[in-house]
């Protein structure tokens, strides 16, 4: 009997120390789990600060960090090609990356020059002339020539083309690759479809919008119209695939953004478009004050108009690529060009700069040490491409 006694006294101590021991296994673990997270809420905390502190953070002044010699022809325009600088006359054009090498020199002899660009592809004509140059920020891609005066010119990311053409009766939309083929004909009439004001290449090049204008019984009426000219156009009449149809309204502005998104913008409204093989009406805001201005890349809109209820004169309306309405922005600055960053919008002039978030906290106003021609942002890190009459700055905000 004493052994067998002996024998539970042992088992109960073994099975008590088991439980002990697990129980400091299981405490060990509580405690490393509440540090792992203490340290992960502080690590959080952390980040959330130093993000606030970013988008708060008001920069005062910048410094150059990078710079090269480069001499401005007087006479010549200039203006952003991808991270490059395009710079453009009646004689020809060249494009300059960062470091001041020339990657590109084309020359020609114009008249009235057109141009238009999509990403880093540019398009250079002549209004009343036979060519259209088509480069990108690296080389020429191509050229066309047309047997009739141009009136117009779009270009797509790809290298394809349209080129509006006119004669006494008919103007066409001719769509060419980057090499000068010519692919497809839309025909216009002001008795069928109107005079072609306004049209635009998706990036791609599958897709073009057209806005005309025309008179219906005294009315002045807008159409907008698509056309595909991938495998869901081919077996539709001269490639149309949808269009709408704006009385008392003049669409002057059509452009697409991306593949799937396009926006009309007229004298009281913006319609955005989205589809990428038939596009749809997205979404139409409505105006009752005059439009003054707009300004686009691949994800926003911004819509200027003239303030007249406060001491503010511009109001920007700034939508998104999806159509939705990011938010409505005073301010005063004499500007003559206007870009969008990640989450702000760029308004400057020769003289200064204001940068405004989408929040609504102004990140720089300030003036430049030397007459800025043009500003190409350098990621997304305030860092910026500044061409002066006489060098190629980059500039870091501080």
């Excluded at 008249?111 to 009343?128: H, K």
Aim: charged share 20%.
């Amino acid at each position: 009997m004493a052994d067998i006694r002996s024998f539970k006294q042992e088992r109960e101590k073994r099975e008590k120390g088991q439980a002990d021991y697990q129980q400091k296994i299981r405490r060990y673990r509580l405690s490393h789990i509440y540090r792992i997270s203490l340290v992960a809420a502080a690590l959080i905390a952390l980040a959330v600060l130093v993000v606030l502190q970013y988008k708060n953070h008001i920069y005062t002044s910048y410094e150059v960090v990078g710079t090269v010699d480069a001499a401005v022809v007087k006479g010549t325009r200039h203006m952003p090609l991808g991270n490059n600088i395009l710079t453009y006359s009646n004689d020809g054009a060249h494009c300059t990356d960062a470091r001041g090498n020339i990657l590109w020199n084309q020359t020609y002899e114009m008249q009235d020059l057109i141009i238009a660009t999509s990403g880093d592809v540019v398009a250079i004509g002549d209004y009343n002339g036979r060519e259209v140059y088509i480069l990108n920020q690296e080389k020429k891609l191509g050229e066309v020539n047309t047997t009739m005066p141009i009136r117009g010119i779009a270009v797509s990311q790809s290298g394809r083309v349209a080129v509006a053409v006119a004669d006494t009766r008919i103007t066409s939309i001719n769509i060419y690759d980057a090499d000068g083929t010519w692919r497809f004909e839309i025909k216009t009439t002001m008795n069928q479809s109107g005079y072609p004001i306004a049209f635009s290449l998706s990036p791609n090049g599958e897709l073009l919008g057209l806005s005309c204008i025309y008179v219906d019984s005294g009315v002045i009426k807008s159409r907008v119209a698509f056309y595909n000219f991938g495998t869901v156009g081919e077996g539709k009449s001269d490639y149309y695939v949808n269009g709408y149809t704006y009385p008392d309204t003049v669409i002057p502005t059509i452009r697409f953004m991306n593949n799937g998104m396009a926006y009309a913008l007229g004298d009281d409204r913006l319609v955005f478009y989205s589809g990428t093989q038939i596009p749809e009406a997205a979404g139409t805001y409505l105006y009752e004050e005059e439009v003054q201005s707009v300004y686009s890349d691949e994800n926003y809109v911004g819509v200027l108009f003239r303030n007249s209820s406060t001491e503010e004169q511009h109001l920007l309306q700034v939508y998104r690529s999806t159509g939705d309405r990011v938010g409505e922005y005073l301010f005063n600055l004499d500007f003559e060009h206007l870009f969008f960053g990640q989450d702000n919008f760029v308004a400057y002039n020769e003289q200064e700069c204001l940068i405004r978030t989408f929040g609504g906290v102004d990140k720089y106003q300030g003036e430049f040490a030397k007459a800025a021609r043009v500003m190409i942002p350098q990621g997304n890190s305030y860092r910026y491409l500044i061409l002066t009459n006489d060098s190629i700055d980059i500039i870091q905000l501080k």
